[in-house]
């Protein structure tokens, strides 16, 4: 954004840590916004998780009785974004 080509990067964290602390007030106002730009009524929310993606660097140890939880490796169809859909009565 050619607004922001004067700050520094700690800056941009920062400002990552307040939104952060606010992200259930944000949440609410931009889908009461978007509800409210297209006269949604809504009255059940799917978000669908199964194109997430998450990656980690180094595996879990196993556990004494446990296997480790998390381990390597690639998702079968890529990284993907997760997707958002609402229905209205």
């Given at each position: 954004m050619p607004s922001c080509d004067?700050?520094?990067?700690h800056?941009?964290?920062?400002a990552m840590d307040v939104l952060q602390r606010h992200i259930?007030?944000?949440?609410?106002?931009v889908f009461f916004h978007t509800a409210n730009?297209?006269?949604?009524?809504v009255d059940l929310i799917f978000y669908?998780?199964?194109t997430a993606s998450f990656?980690?660097?180094e595996e879990d140890e196993d556990g004494?009785?446990?296997?480790?939880?998390r381990k390597l490796g690639h998702s079968?169809?890529?990284?993907g974004a997760p997707r958002l859909w609402w229905l209205s009565p």
């Open positions: 004067g700050l520094k990067l800056q941009l964290y920062e259930g007030k944000i949440e609410d106002r730009l297209f006269n949604l009524v669908d998780t199964t990656s980690i660097d004494q009785d446990t296997p480790g939880l079968k169809n890529g990284p």
